[in-house]
């Protein structure tokens, strides 16, 4: 899928560096929970994902078009990985979970960490 099983992306380094900043503790990559949540909170019941922008199709600037080589190969790829997001938010809802999803583009922000504070704390 969008990454080498078990090797982090620089989005997701980011996003924990900021968690872990806020002194909460998290799991990673829970298969057990839908979608696999990048960090999991376990007695908060909550879940982060860090999408891709071009993975995920955030629909952004930094999504870009899916390239024009292999497009039939690409363009059911690309709605699939989206499908699979808004299967598993449904599913981590339905197990009373609540899941903040941070995109590619967004770990730069300096709101970033009062971002997830106000999801973490509140
Ligand atoms: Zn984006």
Not at 29 to 47: Q, W
Not at 50 to 58: K, T
Request: proline fraction near 6%; include cysteine; charged fraction near 30%.
């Amino acid at each position: 899928m969008a990454r080498i099983r078990g090797k982090a992306t620089r989005p997701e380094l980011l996003v924990r560096q900021t968690v872990r900043a806020l002194g909460i503790g998290y799991r990673l990559n829970r298969r057990d929970l839908p979608g696999s949540p990048d960090l999991v909170f376990m007695g908060r019941k909550k879940v982060i994902f860090v999408h891709g922008c071009f993975w995920h199709q955030h629909g952004c600037k930094l999504t870009g078009k899916a390239p024009q080589k292999r497009a039939e190969y690409w363009a059911p790829k690309l709605k699939r990985n989206v499908k699979r997001d808004q299967e598993a938010q449904q599913r981590l809802e339905e197990l009373g979970y609540r899941a903040l999803t941070i995109w590619e583009c967004e770990v730069s922000s300096p709101s970033l960490p009062e971002r997830i504070a106000k999801f973490l704390k509140t």
